[in-house]
């Protein structure tokens, strides 16, 4: 059995959350003392990870979001994308600036805005194209992915665009454009996925990615 840094951040993030959602939630200074030292080991193992912190101040920056009752359960980020296609049968990719990497435009879930809504807004913001979102096409683990450090679901959006003019976001993206498939732009994010974007672009019957379960649930997978 190999192990992976991947499934050590899982375990790492898997443990900090049981232990954050268990201090938002007990009153008893015994249990706060255990969850403590699970917060701490879970630091070690994310730290051996390859998480940027030291394990004091991996601590330090989870304890940040300990809260009290059901606003302190440890949930995972939330971020959406858009893959948005035009009649040219192309899509629009960003280059973004903290990777120098291509991908659809994405961006962390805003409160007070649906998942579409979030979709519309970070095309438009990233890229200045309008946009309207026609189906969802994945939700995916970030973690299981291995493109997070952070637990974070993936929602992505079909979207067809319906107006606007190419502006690259001054500080979030350093080039953007639109690009055929046998033509896409390197460093791409990502593998596999293109082809079957492609075929969701083309109107094609794509079934909802998403990442099956392990059987059972708590294992890792190999």
């Not at 974070?152 to 690259?168: P, T």
């Not at 454009?177 to 492609?198: K, S």
């Amino acid at each position: 059995m190999t192990l992976r840094p991947q499934d050590l951040l899982r375990w790492s993030e898997a443990l900090a959350g049981i232990a954050r959602t268990g201090l938002g939630f007990t009153d008893n200074p015994y249990e706060a003392e255990r969850f403590d030292e699970i917060l701490h080991i879970a630091a070690d193992i994310g730290v051996a990870a390859g998480r940027d912190f030291a394990s004091d101040e991996l601590v330090q920056e989870w304890m940040k979001h300990v809260g009290r009752g059901v606003p302190g359960y440890q949930t995972p980020k939330v971020g959406i994308g858009a893959v948005v296609g035009n009649d040219r049968g192309e899509i629009l990719l960003i280059q973004r600036a903290d990777s120098g990497v291509w991908l659809y435009p994405t961006g962390w879930a805003d409160v007070g805005y649906s998942p579409a809504e979030v979709a519309v807004k970070e095309v438009f913001e990233e890229t200045g194209i309008v946009c309207v979102p026609e189906r969802l096409i994945a939700v995916i683990d970030g973690l299981r992915a291995g493109f997070t450090k952070i637990p974070l679901y993936s929602l992505v959006f079909q979207c067809r665009a319906v107006g606007g003019e190419l502006v690259a976001h001054p500080q979030e993206v350093l080039d953007v454009g639109w690009f055929t498939e046998d033509a896409m732009p390197q460093p791409l994010a990502g593998r596999e996925q293109w082809a079957t974007v492609f075929a969701a672009l083309r109107g094609e019957d794509v079934d909802v990615y998403f990442d099956a379960p392990r059987n059972p649930v708590w294992e890792r997978e190999d």
